[in-house]
């Protein structure tokens, strides 16, 4: 393939990312930077950022590649010039799209600080600077340090422009984001209702901002096991953006991934799998392999494939996203040690629980120092750690710590929240290996009667429970499964 531009195929040829595909689509950045530079002589600084031939804006690597050969050329300028405020702003935009969110923050961090020494705290652009260094530390893992820029740019923005100006609506959206990571799903979901009924009436229904929001509210949903309220939303967003934005645009595609995992969530796996099959393969094809939305999107079918219960299937391409996430986020990132739980619970799926131990006990080690000890993500990679005891069994040793889960979970997320269910089913089986019999019978029972009433019967997490039953429960004791 060679440069549409120079026409050599020598040195990186790479694809520009926005309509001009194949052949057409091919260049080097170093050719992009001299037509950004003609251009730029004309006055016209169009070529940092869009197509001159189909008007597209660049993506991908060609993007950074502009952004970065651009921010490299005024790094000699003032602080306060005007272009290298802009160039660097162009250049964070275009690291963060590309998920290299490690190398942003600092870059992020100092244009904040050059902002606020330009025109002070609360002008709006630094506002902006301060909200995009919290959503990066939000993907970074560190949300109370992004709960504290939000809270203050909120704040600011609320009494400055008011709380229905956009600018506002975003950073409650925001806001709302880090509430949820954090676990606090009822405040999240609260915020995330009044911000969407403001877009919906200021906006409009269709715009891109009301989507993401009702997007987000979609996931919230999903947190509190509102599953049909969820899938319904998520159904709705995706048809929208299809039509509106067509079926290759990347939010549609985070629709059409989002709208998969709800359909998982409501026992719908066949018809899941295929969506998220197909997401991922548009994804890739948009993206790249290493970018971190098709990273999600090959992790998100492979807890599908877990749930389907096709656990060989699962794991490699588990281990593959977790691989990469390594690659992309970092090995202490919370989305690489989702990852690596993923495979330590297909693992034990698989009764190889003997190597799901250790990779499940260094996953929990390390999400207790990145997110604490009450977070729903360290919780379950201690549940995970605590069935492969189980398994091997040493229920002994995993009961203090599942108890200890299992009132964490119904602290934060309520006793009927399928995630707390699942570990009370687990609860309930160690108990029994245990010699607690009346207490770890009775709970398995009543755990399946509560998840068979909020799931439905064909759901996997009502389909391990009634397994567990059967085998944990004799029927001499007079246990029975609810019909």
Same mark, same amino acid.
């Given at each position: 393939?060679?440069?549409? %531009?120079?026409?050599?195929?020598?040195?990186?040829?790479?694809?520009?990312?926005?309509?001009?595909?194949?052949?057409?689509?091919?260049? =080097?950045?170093?050719?992009?930077?001299?037509?950004?530079? !003609?251009?730029?002589?004309?006055?016209?600084?169009?070529?940092?950022?869009?197509?001159?031939?189909?008007?597209?804006?660049?993506?991908?690597?060609?993007?950074?590649?502009?952004?970065?050969?651009?921010?490299?050329?005024?790094?000699?300028? #003032?602080?306060?010039?005007?272009?290298?405020?802009?160039?660097?702003?162009?250049?964070? +935009?275009?690291?963060?799209?590309?998920?290299?969110?490690? *190398?942003?923050?600092?870059?992020?961090? +100092?244009?904040?600080?050059?902002?606020?020494?330009?025109?002070?705290?609360?002008?709006?652009?630094?506002?902006?600077?301060?909200?995009?260094?919290?959503?990066? @530390?939000?993907?970074?893992?560190?949300? *109370?340090?992004?709960?504290?820029?939000?809270?203050?740019?909120?704040?600011?923005?609320?009494?400055?422009?008011?709380?229905?100006?956009?600018?506002? @609506? %975003?950073?409650?959206?925001?806001?709302?984001?880090?509430?949820?990571?954090?676990?606090?799903?009822?405040?999240?979901?609260?915020?995330?209702?009044?911000?969407?009924?403001?877009?919906?009436? $200021?906006?409009?229904?269709? =715009?891109?901002?009301?989507?993401?929001?009702? &997007? +987000?509210?979609?996931?919230?949903?999903?947190?509190?096991?509102? =599953?049909? *309220?969820?899938?319904?939303?998520?159904?709705? %967003?995706?048809? /929208?953006?299809?039509?509106?934005?067509?079926?290759? !645009?990347?939010? /549609?595609?985070?629709?059409?991934?989002?709208?998969?995992?709800?359909?998982?969530?409501?026992?719908?796996?066949? *018809?899941?799998?295929?969506?998220?099959?197909?997401?991922?393969?548009?994804? $890739?094809? @948009?993206?790249?392999?290493?970018?971190?939305?098709?990273?999600?999107?090959?992790?998100?079918? &492979?807890?599908?494939?877990?749930?389907?219960?096709?656990?060989?299937?699962?794991?490699? %391409?588990?281990?593959?996203?977790?691989? &990469?996430?390594?690659? $992309?986020?970092?090995?202490?990132? #919370?989305? /690489?040690?989702?990852?690596?739980?993923?495979?330590?619970?297909?693992?034990?799926?698989?009764?190889?629980?003997?190597?799901?131990?250790?990779?499940?006990?260094?996953?929990?080690?390390?999400?207790?120092?990145?997110?604490?000890?009450?977070?729903?993500?360290?919780?379950?990679?201690?549940?995970? =750690?605590?069935?492969?005891?189980?398994?091997?069994?040493?229920?002994?040793?995993?009961?203090?710590?599942?108890?200890?889960?299992?009132?964490?979970?119904?602290? &934060?997320?309520?006793?009927? !929240?399928?995630?707390?269910?699942?570990?009370?089913?687990?609860?309930?089986?160690?108990?029994?290996?245990?010699?607690?019999?009346?207490?770890?019978?009775?709970?398995?029972?009543?755990?399946?009667?509560?998840?068979?009433?909020?799931?439905?019967?064909?759901?996997?997490?009502?389909?391990?429970?009634?397994?567990?039953?059967?085998?944990?429960?004799?029927?001499?004791?007079?246990?029975?499964?609810?019909?």
């Amino acid at each position: 393939m060679q440069c549409i %531009i120079c026409l050599s195929d020598e040195g990186k040829v790479i694809q520009k990312g926005c309509c001009c595909r194949g052949d057409g689509g091919a260049v =080097h950045v170093e050719c992009l930077v001299e037509v950004a530079l !003609h251009l730029e002589a004309d006055r016209n600084w169009e070529g940092w950022t869009f197509c001159s031939v189909c008007k597209q804006r660049l993506t991908g690597d060609a993007q950074l590649g502009l952004a970065q050969a651009r921010y490299d050329r005024v790094a000699d300028l #003032p602080e306060e010039a005007d272009e290298r405020l802009y160039a660097t702003s162009v250049y964070c +935009n275009a690291l963060f799209g590309m998920g290299r969110y490690t *190398e942003v923050v600092d870059v992020e961090r +100092n244009l904040l600080t050059m902002h606020r020494n330009r025109v002070g705290d609360e002008h709006a652009d630094t506002l902006t600077a301060a909200n995009n260094l919290a959503s990066t @530390l939000n993907k970074l893992g560190r949300f *109370e340090e992004a709960l504290g820029l939000q809270e203050m740019v909120l704040s600011t923005r609320g009494r400055l422009q008011g709380m229905e100006h956009k600018s506002t @609506l %975003i950073t409650r959206n925001d806001l709302a984001l880090t509430y949820r990571n954090l676990g606090q799903f009822l405040k999240a979901a609260s915020l995330q209702q009044a911000t969407l009924e403001v877009e919906q009436r $200021v906006l409009g229904k269709e =715009h891109p901002d009301t989507l993401t929001t009702a &997007s +987000n509210l979609a996931v919230t949903y999903g947190w509190q096991a509102r =599953h049909a *309220e969820s899938a319904e939303l998520h159904e709705y %967003i995706f048809a /929208t953006r299809r039509r509106v934005l067509g079926p290759a !645009h990347p939010r /549609t595609l985070t629709a059409m991934g989002n709208y998969a995992g709800a359909l998982c969530d409501l026992a719908k796996y066949a *018809e899941s799998e295929e969506l998220q099959r197909d997401c991922l393969a548009r994804s $890739v094809e @948009l993206r790249g392999e290493l970018h971190p939305s098709p990273l999600n999107d090959r992790l998100r079918l &492979s807890t599908i494939l877990r749930d389907r219960e096709k656990y060989s299937e699962a794991l490699p %391409i588990a281990r593959t996203a977790a691989a &990469s996430l390594a690659t $992309v986020l970092g090995e202490d990132h #919370p989305n /690489t040690l989702g990852a690596r739980r993923v495979i330590g619970t297909i693992l034990n799926r698989l009764r190889r629980e003997a190597e799901a131990l250790p990779l499940l006990a260094d996953v929990w080690e390390q999400l207790k120092g990145r997110l604490g000890n009450s977070d729903v993500r360290t919780l379950m990679a201690g549940a995970g =750690h605590a069935e492969s005891l189980c398994l091997l069994d040493r229920a002994v040793e995993a009961v203090p710590a599942i108890q200890e889960c299992h009132a964490e979970l119904m602290a &934060s997320l309520g006793e009927e !929240h399928i995630t707390t269910l699942a570990v009370a089913s687990l609860l309930g089986m160690a108990l029994v290996q245990c010699g607690e019999r009346e207490d770890g019978q009775s709970l398995l029972v009543s755990t399946h009667a509560a998840q068979l009433e909020r799931l439905g019967e064909g759901h996997i997490d009502v389909v391990r429970t009634a397994r567990r039953v059967a085998e944990w429960c004799s029927p001499v004791d007079g246990c029975e499964m609810a019909e």
